[in-house]
Each structure stands twice: as C-alpha cells, then as structure tokens.
C-alpha cells in the first residue's frame, strides 16, 4: 500500500462513527457474548444447529462396546485418558501430600441438632503450604454412622468466618440435610485454589511444580480438576470419621462447581452420587450444541478452568473427542442428577437434558435405568425413575428447595433398589 493510501485510510478509520454498543442481553434477558471467534450467544431452538455426538459404545478403534467389562476396561479408562488430556487435565503425580486436623469439635451447634467438627486439611509443607477448612456437622445424638452431603461452596461453610467479599451466596440447607439424617459437609472452593487468571501462582497446583515450573504442563489439571482432587482429599478425611457413612456420600456443586462435581465423580468412584446444579457448559449441557453459553466462551473467560491446549476447540466444537454425555457416563452406574432453571438459558438447560438421554446407553448397559424420556419434561416435574435423574425448576440460576427435594427422592429410589 503505498503511503498516501496508508494515510487515507487511516484518516477514514478516524472518521468513521464509533459502532453502536453491542447489547449485553437480548429481549429476554438472557447474557450474549461475543466471542473472538465471532460466535454470539444463541437462545433461539431453530439455530442450535446439527450435530453428532460420539457413540459412548464405540472405542476409538471403532470395536462396539458389547458387555460391561468392555465399557468398565476399555471405553471407560479410553475416555478417562481424552478428558485428561483435551479437557480437565490429569491430576500431576507430584500432587501435595495432605495431612488432616481436627481443630475443634462443637457439640450444640446449630441450635442443638449437630455436633460440628472443624476440620483443616494441609496441603504441602513450607512457606507454599496450603489450607482448606472443612465444616462438618453430623447430627446429634446420631446412633450410627450417617450417609453425608458434601457440599461445594461459593462462600465461607457454616462455622467459618465469611469473607467480605464473596463471589456468590450459596443457600446452604445445613438443618433441612441434617433433618434429613444425613451429615452436612462444606468447604469453599477457592480457599486451596483460586479462580482467576493467576490462580497457577499458589494453591495446591503450585505445590506439585518442579523446580522452574510456573504453571500446569500442557495436559496437567486446570482449576477443575484441582477442585475435583480436592473434593476427593475431603472424602479422605470423611472416611476416617466413625460418626460417617462414608460409602454413602453424596457430592453436591452447583455452576462452576457442578461441572467440579460431575468431573470429582467420574474420576473417583468412591463418591455415591453427584448433583450437578445449573452446571452448564463444559459440566452437564452438550458442548456441540449451540445455546447459551458456548465453548468459545468458556475458552476465552475462564481458560484455567481446562487444560491449557483447551482453546484449540473454540470454533472448533465437532472436533471434540468427547462432549457432556461421556463425563456423565463415566460416573455410571452410579447416580447424577442434574437441574436446570427457566431464567438460567445460559446454562442451556434443554442441552443438560439432552447429555443425559446421551448417557442412557452406558446406564442401560450396566444394568441400570436412564433418564426416562428422551424429551424436554415438564417444567418442576423431575424426572427420577432411574439412575439419571433431572429436575427443569421454574426459577433462575440456584439450587431451588424443590431440587433439593427431588435430589433425596432421587437417591432414596435409587438405595432402594
Ligand atoms: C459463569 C460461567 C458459567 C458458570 C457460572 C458459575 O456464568 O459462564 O460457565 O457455570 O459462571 O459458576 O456461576
């Protein structure tokens, strides 16, 4: 170009009129983002688009899956390997060791009905070592060990000071759980590792770095996989409280964290069942499906989440060895129940139920019910008849009273048979 061209030109691009402002929200209120990749957010059914979804009883050598010990050998450890290495990342054998403390033991908390211990798990050793305070309280005057309810949380458990500021206020049903006879345990999610764009400078994954390493290796865990471990340390230490039930522990995440919990119980399968709340994109709703939030999204806001490689995908969503329907089933045949809101498009609600009808196969395989309908269900009409359970509520990004409930119906149904 010559320069007095250049010139033009920039002189034009000066005068231009600055564009409009995008809006932030369409008519309905639901969020739209504009990707780099030039993806914008869509809610409209018409425009998700065809896609394919690979078979979960194929291997990659394209053999069928024909019995449960070739899904429990071949597919399953074969699809463990993608999502370490494409999606989550794997757990570095470096990993700190963890020494737990009971700090304190209250009886009469809450009111009376509960017993709390707090419990703090150190990770690592020396000036980078790492905490995490764990409340659990257990019911009191409970006669033998009780089943638990973990709970992942946004803010401080019950029992531990709140912070100022705290990213999201989780409502947090400690006496209903307990009401229940269950134990209630929590811890906050970014006390041993944060969740921002530095995160790799501290925590537990800076703990596992070799000499001269500053961040995860490629194929190494992001965030989600961190909390994922985390949550597997706290059932450690659940395992060796007498007043637990240890076999019975239920993991609960809601968003970010559902996506952790559905992450936490494919790779550890000593977790009983998963509720995985409003968990979204890249937890329960399909990937390839294009509403709500999409991939290029999550690649571009929140890329410590995944494996550094992760980004490669946006744009690029077909090219996915894997999508949400495979890290449901890998937690099969145990439990998953997963909920969507009506004001919570965002999380694509329709796309989680979607994964589950996906993830039928590998339930049925194994000898164990699915989700039982293979369309959308009536709105706060869960669906619970199997080992796949779904709940639509009527209401917006939260875990609702009536989630919780369909949760227990959900779990007694399945203890049941
Ligand atoms: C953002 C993010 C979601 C996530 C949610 C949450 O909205 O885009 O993927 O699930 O935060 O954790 O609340």
């Known amino acids: 170009m010559s320069g007095a061209l250049v010139a033009a030109s920039v002189a ?19 969020p739209l983002r504009y990707a780099a990749t030039g993806h914008v957010s869509n809610y409209d059914e018409a425009k998700v688009g065809n896609y394919s979804l690979p078979d979960p009883l194929v291997l990659a050598n394209g053999r069928s899956v024909k019995d449960a010990v070739m899904w429990t050998t071949q597919r399953r450890p074969e699809l463990v390997t ?13 990993a700190p060791r963890v020494r737990a403390e009971v700090v304190a033991t209250e009886p009469g908390a809450l009111g009376g009905k509960a017993v709390r211990k707090h419990v703090v798990l150190h990770f690592g050793e020396g000036e980078r070592a790492v905490t995490l305070n764990v409340s659990v309280f257990v019911p009191a005057g409970a006669k033998k060990p009780v089943p638990v309810v973990l709970q992942m949380l946004f803010s401080n458990p019950p029992g531990i000071p709140q912070l100022a500021k705290m990213p999201f206020n ?3 049903p400690a006496e209903e759980i307990l009401a229940r006879g269950y134990a209630y345990a929590a811890f906050r999610y970014t006390e041993a590792q944060a969740d921002n764009a530095k995160t790799h400078e501290g925590g537990v994954q800076a703990l596992a770095y070799a000499p001269g390493q500053t961040r995860p290796t490629p194929g190494e865990w992001g965030t989600i996989a961190t909390w994922s471990w985390i949550a597997s340390r706290v059932l450690d230490q659940l395992e060796t409280d007498a007043a637990l039930d240890a076999k019975r522990v239920l993991l609960v995440g809601h968003s970010r964290l559902g996506k952790t919990a559905l992450w936490a119980g494919a790779r ?8 995985a709340s409003c968990s979204g994109e890249m937890g329960a709703s399909l990937a390839r499906r294009d509403y709500g939030e999409s991939l290029d999204d999550v690649a571009a806001n929140f890329p410590w989440w995944l494996v550094s490689t992760f980004p490669k995908y946006a744009g690029r969503w077909s090219e996915l060895p894997v ?10 045949p145990r439990p998953v129940f997963v909920t969507g809101g009506t004001e919570d498009q965002w999380a694509d609600p329709h796309g989680e139920f979607l994964a589950l009808v996906a993830a039928g196969p590998v339930y049925r395989l194994l000898g164990k019910g699915d989700v039982g309908a293979t369309t959308l269900p009536a709105l706060d009409t869960p669906l619970i008849s199997g080992a796949l359970g779904f709940h639509y509520h009527t209401g917006g990004h939260v875990i609702t009273p009536a989630d919780w409930a369909a949760f227990f119906a959900f779990i007694d149904q399945n203890r049941a048979r």
């Open 12 to 30: 034009q691009a000066a005068e231009a009129p600055a564009a409009p402002p995008r809006p932030t929200k369409d008519a309905k209120g639901n």
């Open 82 to 94: 993608l999502y370490e290495r494409e999606i989550f990342g794997a757990v570095p054998a470096t």
């Open 170 to 172: 989780d409502a947090v």
């Open 268 to 275: 550890d399968a000593r977790f009983e069942a998963v509720f």
């Open 323 to 332: 999508d949400s329907h495979l890290v449901i089933a890998l937690n099969a």
